[in-house]
């Protein structure tokens, strides 16, 4: 760092981040300002994005993170809250010691019980301190080829055959934008219940739709059928990638695919965009049906590793709330059922 400083920076005002964010090829749509504007917007969250800065004032390495204060889980310094991955964006192992000293130094600061990592080099930042948890996460990449025939040709008979099946039941796919958000925020209620999983408020995606879909960083994809909206995808882009963010559904509607078709849907547009991969997002483990069926369509398989400092036992009384919510979401009827989303922020 000759010549350069540390520093901690707000990606939403800050020039110096989007300039970073727009040259480095590693950063995702969750590294853009754009997605801390939608994460302070409905949450609350406040930015805490350590830099290393040249001496000209160019970003050169970087942790984004978010400080989570909640009465219920503790303080923390996420990166970042309700984000697949945000890895830090580091070109060597000496910047990545500079960035933890300073990180381990502003948690001691703030009070914070622990820092976590979303993603990022284990070899790296274990020598840091850090520790990766005991629940694995992995994450599905798809290389899109030059012609898209060639990577029709690679998927497995089951996601074709899903697909036609989707088109002989009348399902068709229209991409939208924000103005579409309600009816997938229904589906997302709907989907998640059956899942015995609280939802997010509504604020959230009302949040993404501002920041990113109105600024041409995102769509929705909805799969219909004879005029209802039947499952849909949220997915974001950002360089050269799209992040497929989230897949909603009826549970009747399922046995006519519609998640088939809105897949290769999703594929045909990041093709027709000119990316270059298709990020799936992040999988449980153990999820096993999930995983089989992203692989389907010839995505490769990554582990995804969450990292802690100075231990994964810290996150103890998130773990419990998620369990609680988990339980609550199971049983409560479904007036009070919306009533879980105001602990949502809780879990960040």
């Not at 000496?94 to 976590?116: F, I, P, T």
């Not at 999703?266 to 153990?286: F, K, N, P, S, V």
């Not at 998620?322 to 049983?331: D, E, K, P």
């Amino acid at each position: 760092m000759k010549n350069g400083r540390l520093a901690v920076l707000d990606p939403r005002s800050d020039p110096a981040w989007e300039e970073f964010v727009a040259r480095d090829p590693r950063a995702t749509v969750f590294h853009t300002p754009h997605w801390a504007r939608a994460l302070a917007d409905a949450y609350g969250f406040q930015p805490r994005y350590h830099a290393l800065l040249s001496a000209g004032g160019e970003v050169e390495a970087a942790m984004p993170l978010m400080l989570v204060r909640s009465p219920l889980t503790g303080r923390r310094l996420v990166g970042l809250p309700f984000s697949d991955l945000c890895p830090p964006l580091v070109p060597d192992a000496d910047s990545a010691a500079l960035l933890c000293q300073a990180v381990r130094e502003d948690a001691r600061r703030l009070g914070a019980d622990y820092v976590e990592v979303r993603g990022g080099d284990l070899g790296v930042f274990g020598r840091q301190g850090f520790a990766a948890d005991g629940e694995t996460y992995v994450r599905h990449l798809l290389p899109l080829p030059a012609e898209l025939g060639d990577l029709e040709r690679r998927l497995h008979d089951s996601a074709r055959r899903g697909v036609r099946k989707a088109l002989r039941c009348g399902v068709r796919v229209r991409r939208c934008g924000a103005e579409a958000m309600p009816a997938f925020y229904r589906l997302y209620t709907c989907t998640r219940r059956r899942q015995g999983l609280a939802s997010a408020p509504y604020r959230f995606f009302a949040a993404i739709g501002e920041r990113l879909l109105a600024r041409g960083l995102g769509a929705l994809l909805l799969a219909e059928a004879d005029g209802e909206a039947v499952a849909a995808n949220l997915v974001l882009w950002w360089r050269e990638a799209m992040v497929y963010k989230a897949n909603v559904s009826l549970a009747e509607a399922l046995e006519m695919r519609p998640n088939n078709l809105l897949m290769w849907a999703t594929i045909e547009l990041a093709h027709e965009m000119g990316l270059r991969w298709l990020d799936m997002g992040r999988t449980d483990a153990g999820h096993e049906g999930l995983r089989r069926f992203k692989s389907l369509w010839g995505a490769r398989e990554e582990p995804l590793p969450y990292l802690y400092y100075p231990a994964p036992t810290a996150t103890g009384r998130r773990r419990a709330l998620g369990s609680a919510l988990r339980l609550a979401a199971r049983t409560l009827p479904g007036r009070l059922y919306g009533a879980l989303g105001l602990l949502y922020r809780h879990l960040a």
